[in-house]
């Protein structure tokens, strides 16, 4: 699905919208980047188990050498969509399974200066370099760059403490681009105030901790490392669209879980839940693990 989107030829299943090609359109719209993360930490998760009881993280060829291989070719077409935030994003919940897992920080940190260039060379490309020059001085480009930043400020500092009201936020109205899915927190922030933030916030720091609670109780290290993924892909995913509406990051596509316009990224974040629900059964204890009642 991934390569269907960026070859040539495929436009008209493929259409390129607001200057990249992300999505298929076959009777239903379907966003594959979206699913790649799924399948990123099912499988990672799935072949880290086979390494760590071979005791193959010791050493970089055997342990980390080849799940970076795999990666590359997953990611390159992310990149050419191009998204490499997403990019960014699916490789980090990778990371993180694989450090659960019990592989080396050094060889990490190895491989992860190996990709600085790739890494450098992107982020000085086309649009990527004007959203980092924005962040870095917010007013070199108030009307390009850093204008979707600025609007997402001044919704979060009109809703004052309890808000404008529900429906009543001015933002959408021509002002904050994308405000239905890539800032929708700003609007949140704009028509329910410190309040509805707070109360946001809340509700996906309940989601993390239930998540991470459900990995220590899994009953084998693969329920472990997938429950791991699917909580970090829900708690990223939440921290770093909260982090662009505050101006803390640079700005990036990232739907807020749960809450963003998004059909894609909604059936992905349902399909997390699920898995970490099925975590939850088989952990003893739960509703099918060998503790549970008759």
Same mark, same amino acid.
């Given at each position: 699905l991934l390569a269907l989107v960026v070859l040539p030829g495929t436009e008209a299943i493929a259409p390129e919208i607001n200057g990249a090609r992300r999505w298929l359109k076959v009777g239903v719209t379907l966003q594959p980047s979206e699913f790649a993360k799924i399948a990123m930490i099912v499988w990672t998760a799935s072949i880290a188990v086979k390494k760590a009881r071979q005791d193959h993280f010791k050493r970089l060829s055997l342990g980390l050498g080849p799940f970076f291989l795999i990666w590359a070719v997953l990611l390159l077409p992310v990149v050419l969509e191009p998204d490499f935030s997403t990019a960014c994003l699916i490789a980090l919940l990778g990371v993180l399974i694989l450090f659960a897992a019990g592989a080396r920080p050094g060889h990490f940190l190895f491989l992860g200066l190996l990709a600085v260039p790739f890494v450098k060379n992107q982020l000085a490309v086309g649009f990527r370099a004007d959203r980092l020059a924005s962040f870095l001085n917010p007013a070199s480009d108030p009307a390009g760059a850093g204008f979707q930043v600025r609007q997402s400020l001044v919704a979060l500092g009109s809703g004052?403490?309890?808000?404008?009201?529900?429906? =009543?936020?001015?933002?959408?109205?021509?002002?904050? #681009? %994308? *405000? @239905?899915?890539?800032? /929708?927190?700003? =609007?949140?922030? %704009? %028509?329910?105030? $410190? =309040?509805g933030v707070v109360f946001l916030t809340a509700l996906f720091v309940a989601i993390i901790l239930v998540g991470f609670r459900v990995a220590g109780r899994a009953p084998d290290l693969f329920g472990e490392l997938l429950a /791991?993924?699917?909580?970090? $892909? /829900?708690?990223?995913?939440? !921290? $770093? @669209?909260? *982090? !662009?509406?505050?101006?803390?990051? #640079?700005?990036?596509?990232?739907?807020? #879980?749960?809450?963003s316009y998004g059909r894609s990224n909604l059936v992905v974040t349902l399909i997390a839940m699920g898995i970490l629900m099925s975590v939850a059964r088989a952990a003893p204890g739960g509703a099918g693990g060998k503790g549970a009642r008759a």
């Open positions: 004052g403490l309890t808000g404008v009201g529900f429906g =009543m936020g001015r933002q959408k109205f021509g002002f904050l #681009p %994308e *405000a @239905h899915n890539d800032f /929708i927190f700003a =609007m949140v922030g %704009e %028509e329910w105030g $410190l =309040m /791991i993924g699917v909580t970090n $892909l /829900i708690a990223l995913q939440a !921290v $770093l @669209h909260m *982090a !662009v509406g505050l101006g803390l990051v #640079p700005a990036t596509g990232l739907a807020l #879980p749960l809450v």
